[in-house]
Each structure stands twice: as C-alpha cells, then as structure tokens.
C-alpha cells in the first residue's frame, strides 16, 4: 500500500519524452545515470498485451553515497535514488520514495542528506515541468 512516503509529480507529456527530459537534467547536474529500466518493453519481449508505459531511472552522486556508507553500510540497500515514471500518451506520473525516510531506516544522522536527496529530485521534477501531486495514500 502507498502511503505519504511517496511523492507524485504530474507531467503533461506521454512518459517516454519525459524520461529522455529527466536524464537530461540528471546530466546537467553531472550526476551519475545508472540506468533507465524500460517495463514496458521488457513486458512487450516477454509476451504481455498492451504492457503500460512504465519506468525506472536509477541514478546517484558516488561521493554522497561514499559519505553515506561512512555512517552506516547497510545504506547500500537504498541507493542509488530510484524515481518511477509512468502514464499514458497525454501524461505521465513520477514517483518517488522519499530518500530520507529511507535513510532514516539505517541511521537517524542520515536524515539531512535524506532531505537533500528529495530536494534534488523535487527539483529534477520541477525541471521536465512536473507539478507537485498529493501524496499517495
């Protein structure tokens, strides 16, 4: 079940362009892109009909994420920030989990950079020109 640890931002756009938007930021900001994982077409190869427009970016700053590891290394369970994106042809939600409840799950010092994290992807999604929605509930 969803709760307010989660937070959606809307898009007026289908959510592939919105992907391509949101790696450009990332790379503006000289972060690292891990990867952009493609459900729908993982769905499509594996056989299911009409799959949804679905994705996973995973992407980091290795030097945040070192500094975390120096507090406690089970933080390496949560990262790197993992933001979903989906929708349909006309708009597309992001969701995320909110990096400083996760973070607070291993270390409550974590807190701040936990903040941090969730400032730098409300402001990712400000920049693709999503809107804050109401927290899932």
């Known amino acids: 079940m969803m709760t307010d640890k989660f937070l959606t931002y809307r898009v007026a756009e289908n959510p592939e362009s919105t992907v391509e938007q949101f790696v450009s930021a990332i790379a503006a900001r000289n972060l690292i ?14 056989g299911v009909n009409d799959p949804p427009w679905a994705y996973t ?7 945040a994420g070192a500094q975390f590891m120096k507090v406690t290394p089970t933080v390496v369970t949560d990262m790197p920030i993992r933001v979903g994106i989906y929708g349909d042809v006309d708009h597309t939600e992001i969701v995320y989990h909110k990096m400083e409840d996760l973070l607070m799950l291993h270390d409550e010092r974590l807190r701040p950079a ?17 809107n804050p929605g109401t927290p899932n509930a």
């Open 33 to 46: 892109q891990y990867g952009v994982v493609d459900h729908r077409h993982d769905m499509a190869q594996r």
């Open 57 to 63: 970016v995973i992407f980091g700053n290795p030097a």
């Open 114 to 130: 936990g903040a941090a994290a969730d400032r730098l992807v409300a402001l990712l999604c400000e920049e693709v020109g999503a």
